[in-house]
């Protein structure tokens, strides 16, 4: 997979915000070298937010996301700064756009706050026809100007300092496989497989055993005990599907090394010591708890749906019958999650890390466990101390 075959997930999100007329599509055509947003100097021009994966000089592959002003208003207006704090979720860096025409950047640095983002950089726009107080703007800041190109260069350069280090090695495994090693994958092709293709987890980890000098050995649930046949010896390690841990432990023998991709993906996507504490709280759950179970993507459900079948059928058998259960997809996840006695989140192979941890951090804020699929899954058929995770 080339630096520009990347999936958007492993791409750096570089999120523009700002009031309306701010100058921010200017400034990212400016950065990008390409008319990607419509420039207007009519207020409001763009409204939902503008996504265009590409490759910046100075940054690499990313994601540039163009968003409404803050300051919008009406009905449509509030929906539209709705959708402006989700695209924020997916951030990796920030950037604030300032007019330089304006004297007070007050109610920008207080929307800015309200974010709740980790790393932001202020940007004074409109410097080639204005520069206002730029002074009580706390740093890291620059002052440029889109129209004549001043201090593009150093922005970018700024960007890329705050940008998540770039994808050059494969890491979803980590540390559990090395060069020659052979890998088993266990990989169900039920019905809620597509068809004709494999999930983008399957994909992404065969590719990095092949880049990392790994021998990947594929089997289905059916066909594992012939796959185990052909190996010489152990494998170095196995990834199954967690839907089918249960089983696949009833098969291969207790000391061969295992994991699931989903595992591998707490640890690549998010905090795997966060979901591993947050999985301690299946076990309190009782009647009337209510539990959370999000998906980063939206599909059609089958009866081997893992989210509205698996996981909930697993609940109520081991845990307890009457446990509430709700389920949202895509950017369908609260505000505020205190009513949620524990929030399973999928393995989010279609998020970047930044997107799964606002998430995390919005259930630390309301007080609400977390854990992953995989991890929730170990834990309740009993093999999560039997699982190799990923340092």
Known sequence: MSINELHSSERVHIVFVGKRNSGKSSLINAISGQDISIVSDTPGTTTDPVKKVMEVSGIGPCVIVD????????????????KTRLAVRTADVVVAVLNGEDNDHTAEIEFVKTLGCKNILYVLNKTDIGNGNFDSVPEPKIKVSAFSGKGIDELIK???????????????????????????????????????????????????????????????????PDAMATLKSAPDLVITDSQVFGKVVGIIPNDWRLTSFSVLFAAYKGDIELFINGAKAIDALTTGSKVLIAEACSHTTTDADVARVKIPSLLHKKINPDIE????????????????????????????????????DICAKSGTPMTNYGIAIAHLTGILNRVILPE
């Open 67 to 82: 968003t409404a002003g803050f300051d919008d208003v009406g009905e449509l207006g509030s929906m539209r700064v709705e």
């Open 158 to 224: 700024i960007i890329a300092t705050y940008a998540p280090e770039k994808i050059a090695e494969p890491t979803v495994t980590g540390n559990l496989v090395k060069k020659g090693d052979t890998v088993l994958l266990i990989m169900p092709q039920d019905e809620s497989a597509p068809k004709g293709r494999l999930i983008l987890p399957q994909v992404q980890v065969i590719r990095e055993l092949l880049d990392k000098g790994a021998v990947p050995v594929c089997a289905t649930l059916e066909s594992l």
């Open 325 to 360: 259960i709700t389920v949202v997809s895509g950017s369908d996840f609260p505000d505020d999650v205190s009513g949620y006695d524990l929030v399973i989140h999928c393995g989010a192979c279609m998020f970047n890390k930044a997107h799964v941890m606002s998430r995390a």
